[in-house]
């Protein structure tokens, strides 16, 4: 994990040519995470059921993340709870 922008309260799980999906801390339930473009939209990504919480993008604008978190959707999980004790 690193952190995004050396800022403690945003770990970067993962970085895409366009976007990265990151968690925020302190941050609400249920434990998801955040992709966020390269021109600042974002979407939420809910860990259990993948689903999308966006007013901006769409599932085939962050297909490529989507793919990621369904891959590594238990370590995307243990780094919520982690920065969400």
Same mark, same amino acid.
Not at 33 to 60: E, G, N
């Given at each position: 994990?690193?952190?995004?922008?050396?800022?403690p309260?945003?770990?970067?799980? @993962?970085?895409?040519?366009?976007?990265?999906?990151?968690?925020?801390?302190?941050d @609400?339930?249920p434990?998801?995470?955040?992709?966020?473009?390269?021109?600042?939209?974002?979407?939420?990504?809910?860990?259990a059921?993948l689903?999308?919480?966006?007013?901006?993008?769409?599932?085939?604008d962050?297909?490529?993340?989507?793919?990621w978190?369904a891959?590594?959707?238990?370590y995307?999980?243990?780094?919520f709870?982690?920065?969400?004790?």
């Amino acid at each position: 994990m690193q952190l995004l922008h050396n800022n403690p309260t945003m770990p970067l799980l @993962h970085r895409l040519p366009n976007m990265t999906i990151r968690v925020n801390a302190p941050d @609400h339930l249920p434990p998801h995470v955040h992709v966020v473009m390269a021109d600042r939209r974002d979407a939420l990504v809910d860990l259990a059921t993948l689903a999308i919480t966006s007013r901006t993008l769409r599932a085939s604008d962050i297909a490529d993340a989507l793919i990621w978190i369904a891959a590594n959707s238990a370590y995307c999980a243990k780094v919520f709870k982690e920065c969400n004790p």
